[in-house]
């Protein structure tokens, strides 16, 4: 089981520099979709490699879908030798992404991505359209089946200037003939 709240948690505290992306983000942003994994793209600054290295350390973090005596370790220098890793830690699935297919390395992923407050902390979340655009990229089945919901989302959430509710009807009560906009039947 993932505890997707305790993970953000950890990484908020550490001070960690990511941006939330995959099923998580799309959650966010309204998809009904489940997730089993926690995705984030993580700036690869030596700093940083350095505190996602730490705060995570604490939760035996081992590399998920290979056998278990393999040996691994987890540090800065591991992470600048690698770009993508899928781990199993002690608070779930956790992918650690260096790049964003379709999108590109930590930067433009952050330069896509809106800030939004999760856990009473705030939170770089990929937008509706990065995560559309890094889907479409992957051409992986799973990833295109949740486009048509995101794209769908994604229309919803655009500003249109209009005010779309249910039962809105407009008014279509024209101006009397001097064209002062007062009800003719109010006189």
Not at 28 to 52: E, F, M, P, Q, W
Not at 136 to 152: I, M, Q, T
């Amino acid at each position: 089981m993932n505890d997707f709240e305790q993970t953000l948690k950890v990484l908020f505290k550490a001070g960690v520099d990511f941006v939330l992306i995959g099923g998580v983000a799309a959650s966010v942003h309204g998809s009904a979709h489940l997730t089993y994994d926690l995705d984030i793209c993580y700036d690869r600054s030596a700093g940083n490699l350095k505190r996602l290295a730490d705060a995570l350390s604490l939760y035996h973090p081992r590399l998920r879908g290979v056998p278990g005596n393999l040996r691994f370790s987890f540090d800065a220098r591991t992470l600048s030798h690698g770009m993508n890793f899928t781990l199993a830690t002690d608070l779930g699935d956790l992918d650690l992404f260096g790049e964003v297919l379709g999108i590109g390395p930590y930067s433009a992923v952050k330069a896509l991505s809106n800030t939004i407050n999760l856990y009473d902390h705030p939170c770089a979340v990929l937008s509706l359209q990065g995560l559309i655009q890094s889907k479409r990229a992957s051409g992986r089945s799973k990833d295109l089946l949740v486009l048509p919901e995101l794209e769908a989302l994604s229309e919803i959430q655009q500003p249109t200037g209009k005010i779309r509710t249910a039962g809105h009807r407009q008014n279509k009560r024209k101006p009397n003939k001097k064209g002062s906009g007062k009800d003719p039947k109010s006189r």
